[in-house]
T-cell receptor
Framework: IAGITQAPTSQILAAGRRMTLRCTQD?????MYWYRQDLGLGLRLIHY???????GKGEVPDGYSVSRANTDDFPLTLASAVPSQTSVYFC??????????????FGSGTRLTVV | DQQVKQNSPSLSVQEGRISILNCDYT??????FLWYKKYPAEGPTFLIS???IKDKNEDGRFTVFLNKSAKHLSLHIVPSQPGDSAVYFC??????????WGAGTKLIIKP
């Protein structure tokens, strides 16, 4: 592993089903983030974690939950998927909150379609 | 209302010429600005950044200009190369240390 690994790469999910998107990093970054990317809207922050054991809500947190049991893993769960959650989801990390000098490192994304 | 706007969804430039991508923001309190590049089926990758105490930052073929009075940010790529074809996002850091993103501009470099 080098950087951030997201799984699955893509998924078609029936509405109402539960789904967990996985994210693992090997850079020992303290901060991690989940974004969704929708056409014409750029990236919007769903949830973030500044350090293991803490999480916070971003711009669009409704319908999503996260946990940060350790430094490396930051899973995103959709408890009951709805079609409006169809999107491309990106996980990202940074050395710490508020240190943007080298930017964030992103995973390759998970393309989720809720039908 | 979007706090960060990239008003050009796409831009086509001849190889070897200069590419100029623009970004406008609404909040004069923003003090850190970044550009990311994204290829299809990949995550965004960090390109270049600038803090509000500067008005220009260069890194090889890439230069970012910041006009604080106009609340305007631009990225210049010169000379443009085929590998520069990608979607470019500008992002600003807010007071909570979170990034706010523009919608992106798709740059197409023509041979």
């Amino acid at each position: 592993i080098a950087g951030i690994t997201q799984a699955p790469t893509s998924q078609i999910l029936a509405a109402g089903r539960r789904m967990t998107l996985r994210c693992t990093q090997d850079m020992r970054h303290n901060a991690m983030y989940w974004y969704r990317q929708d056409l014409g809207l750029g990236l919007r922050l769903i949830h973030y974690s500044n350090t293991a054991g803490t999480t916070g809500k971003g711009e669009v947190p409704d319908g999503y939950s996260v946990s940060r049991a350790n430094t490396d893993d930051f899973p995103l769960t959709l408890a009951s998927a709805v079609p409006s959650q169809t999107s491309v989801y990106f996980c990202a990390s940074s050395e710490s909150q508020g240190v943007p000098y080298y930017g964030y490192t992103f995973g390759s994304g998970t393309r989720l379609t809720v039908v | 209302d979007q706090q960060v706007k990239q008003n050009s969804p796409s831009l086509s430039v001849q190889e070897g010429r200069i590419s100029i991508l623009n970004c406008d923001y609404t909040n004069s309190m923003f003090d850190y600005f970044l550009w990311y590049k994204k290829y299809p089926a990949e995550g965004p990758t960090f390109l270049i950044s600038i803090s509000s105490i500067k008005d220009k930052n260069e890194d090889g073929r890439f230069t970012v200009f910041l006009n604080k009075s106009a609340k305007h940010l631009s990225l210049h790529i010169v000379p443009s190369q085929p590998g520069d074809s990608a979607v470019y996002f500008c992002a600003v850091m807010d007071s909570n240390y979170q990034l706010i993103w523009g919608a992106g501009t798709k740059l197409i470099i023509k041979p």
